[in-house]
């Protein structure tokens, strides 16, 4: 492996793109009963952001503690479990960790320019473009956009799950080179640390694999949710698109500046391969998939290693009800996922035509839109 100075300088410093996640644990304020936010904690990372936007880059930040924000103004000693009541409070919570960031901003001649997205808003292709393209007049003007999962009407099925996901989908919507999840450890620990010893952390990830998640511990706190299974599952979205991903300390007030000097703080994780192009990303990672195609071993090897489209003869079965243009799982004959892509049928109809020759579509279903179930530009390899 390349000596890590040197990873650094090629995947951290290089980059001009970056998206910036910050957890509710590293907002909160100490002190009982009712934290509220560390008001120094915010100003330290907005002055770090806009150095960073002053030097040239363009940052997103992605934040969570609004629901944090909520139970403190709202004197809630605990984090509430009904879906309306957390999604009544962090409507109450969003004004005001945005009031603050704003605050921040303010000071060094940028704004905090809010950002409230819900997985529809990934999910539609042309809402995803839309608010790629907002992203980026935001970064034009300039402003630092401040995104926050849209909880006050996100229900249990749009739901990102947590901002960690949120964030490496919005690395994808932008395309940015560098995600950076800031949290309140040093980075991947190699074991759990235990009173007294810091730990010895992962300096450099190459691929997320088993080996790797198992070094997740569960941790989650009163007011935040995730922990660093849920940032390793980050990192691996990103680093499977083709850039780089970092977990590292956000209690440290210069942490980003440490960072993006190359210094070795925090965990690395490389890029695989290259980077993924933007279409076939939204695919792969952001679109949810609507139902899945099994296909034969003859399917999977012309998919697989000779680069074909797919057509009715070799799919075996179908599930899910979906529709023309909708993202389908594709697994082989032992019901491996191996692929995704866009159906260019719907269900009920590819229930219709599997097993059938392309010149039999017509006859079977009256019409034939196309030759292939998924063409070829429309779907990504998972490997
Ligand atoms: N959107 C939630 C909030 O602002 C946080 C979700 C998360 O921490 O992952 O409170």
């Known amino acids: 492996m390349e000596d890590l100075q040197k990873l650094r300088r090629k995947h951290v410093c290089s980059a001009r793109r970056i998206v910036v996640k910050v957890g509710t644990n590293m907002l909160a304020a100490a002190g009982p009963p009712y934290g ?8 330290a990372i907005a002055e770090q952001v806009a150095s ?11 934040t969570s503690g609004a629901i944090g924000c909520g139970m403190s103004e709202l004197r809630m000693r605990n984090r509430p479990v009904a879906l309306p009541l957390s999604q009544a409070v962090a409507s109450v919570g969003q004004g005001v960790l945005m009031a603050c960031y704003e605050r921040h901003f303010r000071r060094h001649g940028l704004h905090a320019a809010q950002v409230l997205l819900t997985h529809e808003d990934f999910d539609n292709r042309e809402r995803y473009l ?12 300039p402003c630092v956009p401040v995104i926050n999962e849209n909880d006050t009407i996100s229900t249990e ?9 949120l964030a490496a989908l919005v690395t994808h919507l932008i395309r940015a080179e560098l995600l950076i999840l800031l949290t309140s450890v040093a980075g991947l620990y190699l074991e759990r640390p235990r009173g007294g010893s810091p730990g010895k952390i992962v300096e450099v990830v ?14 989650t706190s009163l007011s935040g949710v995730g922990g660093m299974r849920s940032k390793i599952e980050a990192a691996r979205v990103a680093t ?19 960072i993006m000097a190359g ?43 000779r680069g074909k489209s797919l057509l009715p003869s070799g799919i075996k079965g179908v599930e899910g009800d979906f529709k023309r243009g909708d993202v389908v799982r594709i697994k082989g004959p032992k019901g491996e996922e191996f692929a995704r892509g866009l159906s260019n049928y719907a269900g009920e109809e590819v229930q219709r035509i599997r097993g059938c020759q392309t010149s039999q579509i017509e006859e079977i279903l ?10 070829r530009d429309n779907l990504t390899l998972l490997e």
């Open 206 to 219: 190459e691929r997320v694999d088993q080996d790797i998640e198992k070094l997740a511990y569960e941790g």
């Open 366 to 375: 009256g019409y034939s839109y196309y030759d292939e179930v998924v063409h």
């Open 240 to 258: 499977e698109a083709g850039e780089g991903a970092l977990i590292a300390d956000g209690r440290d007030p210069v942490i980003l500046r440490k």
């Open 130 to 141: 839309n608010a790629s393209n907002t992203l980026h007049a935001l970064f034009d003007l």
């Open 52 to 62: 960073l936007v002053k030097g040239g880059r363009q940052v997103a930040l992605v």
């Open 36 to 43: 509220g936010l560390d008001d120094k904690r915010v100003g």
């Open 157 to 165: 099925e749009i739901k990102f799950g947590d901002n960690d996901r």
């Open 263 to 305: 210094e070795l703080v925090g965990t690395l994780f490389l890029p695989r391969a290259g980077r993924l192009k933007s279409y076939k990303r939204w695919i792969r990672f952001t679109s949810r998939p609507r139902g899945s195609l099994q296909v034969d071993a003859g399917a999977r090897t012309a998919l697989v290693e």
